[in-house]
């Protein structure tokens, strides 16, 4: 079992910035593909950015050019550099990892961007 714990969220002005990590436990963490999602109230969860195991990244359209996704293999953490936040970022963000069919899920951090 994979355990994720997700921190860095909190209360930020529009056009601040945060940094999330997610830190995993487990010994072949360079072997997972790890995702930020975030459900927004009322909403669906969505995929926010991925990093694959290989460093390949990828993000949705409304977080290109203001996020970055990063991973530390050594220190078994991925990293969400969040730039320039909107209102509309608010959401709780959730980070997943992801081996073959092998799926888990950390418990969500909060991020509220308002003035």
């Known amino acids: 079992q994979v355990q994720l714990v997700e921190s860095g969220g909190g209360l930020v002005q529009p056009g601040g910035s945060l940094r999330l990590s997610c830190v995993a436990s487990?010994?072949?963490?360079?072997?997972?593909?790890i995702s930020w999602y975030r459900q927004a109230p009322g909403k669906q969860r969505e995929l926010v950015a991925i990093i694959t195991s290989g460093g390949t990244t990828s993000y949705v359209d409304s977080v290109k050019g203001r996020f970055t996704i990063s991973r530390n293999d050594a220190a078994n953490t991925v990293y969400l550099q969040m730039n320039s936040l909107k209102p509309e970022d608010t959401a709780v963000y959730y980070c997943?990892?992801?081996?073959?069919?092998?799926?888990?899920w950390g418990q969500g951090t909060q991020v509220t961007v308002s003035s």
């Open positions: 997943n990892a992801r081996w073959v069919a092998y799926s888990y």
């Open positions: 487990v010994s072949t963490f360079s072997d997972y593909d």
